[in-house]
């Protein structure tokens, strides 16, 4: 197995470049990037078919980053890390996250692993790379994290910005605000209340307060919906 592409994300210069070079003469085509930014526009551009993603980096975290790469795609993601520590993988894997590699160990480990996630990729269906989602409303670049509402730029927090992409990822489906309270703040947090308050936030930040024809829907014991306006016309959203 080689020439499959691999994106190599860490925010320490040294780990980075020994993995890329390793992996180059592993035969892979591989690239790098340093921040979780970097990582999404090099994981549009470079359409990597594996990512080794580092859990703990500054700004942006490899948890919101594996996040994002799972609104555009379902290459495998193979997380790294400096400890191992349980509830860390949980929250790796509870991301999206399709295996833990442990910093220190062997190379060969790491290559077989690789080896073995790319494999189990192949066998599968190929999915393209979704890079937006566009409804005639709602404007959301998965690479850039921008959104725009009717036209008007919206600036979101990163935790608005993570509720609106589960919205619109199960768009029509209601999502329970215990799902959505996994997935945006981790599984320590049991505060329903957290994602009411944010989820108003949100809704006023897109104009969604016309009771008749509401964008975000609140379904009573289900959870909460985003009603497309392209569902209401029966377009399909981008």
């Not at 790319?118 to 999915?127: D, Q």
């Not at 393209?128 to 404007?139: K, Y």
């Not at 997935?183 to 008749?212: A, C, F, I, Q």
Request: overall charge negative.
């Amino acid at each position: 197995m080689a020439g499959e592409r691999i994106l190599v994300v860490d925010d320490a210069p040294d780990v980075l470049e020994a993995l890329v070079i390793a992996l180059n003469d592993s035969g892979f085509e591989t690239q790098g990037a340093s921040d979780g930014r970097a990582a999404l526009r090099a994981f549009y551009e470079f359409q990597p078919q594996l990512v080794l993603l580092d859990l703990i980096m500054p700004t942006m975290s490899g948890l919101e980053v594996c996040r994002q790469v799972r609104a555009m795609s379902d290459v495998p993601v193979v997380f790294l890390s400096g400890i191992e520590d349980i509830d860390r993988k949980v929250e790796a894997f509870r991301a999206g996250g399709d295996d833990f590699i442990v910093k220190g160990g062997s190379f060969s480990e790491l290559l077989a692993r690789v080896e073995a996630n790319l494999r189990r990729a192949v066998s599968s269906t190929p999915t393209q790379i979704i890079d937006r989602f566009q409804d005639g409303f709602l404007d959301i670049n998965f690479v850039t994290s921008e959104v725009t509402a009717n036209g008007i730029p919206v600036d979101l927090t990163p935790i608005e910005y993570r509720l609106l992409t589960e919205l619109v990822n199960h768009i029509g489906s209601p999502v329970p605000p215990t799902d959505l309270l996994e997935r945006v703040w981790g599984p320590d947090y049991e505060t329903e209340n957290l994602v009411k308050w944010h989820m108003s936030r949100l809704r006023k930040k897109l104009g969604d307060n016309d009771p008749m024809s509401k964008l975000i829907v609140t379904r009573r014991g289900f959870g909460y919906v985003y009603n497309s306006p392209a569902q209401s016309l029966g377009m399909n959203a981008a």
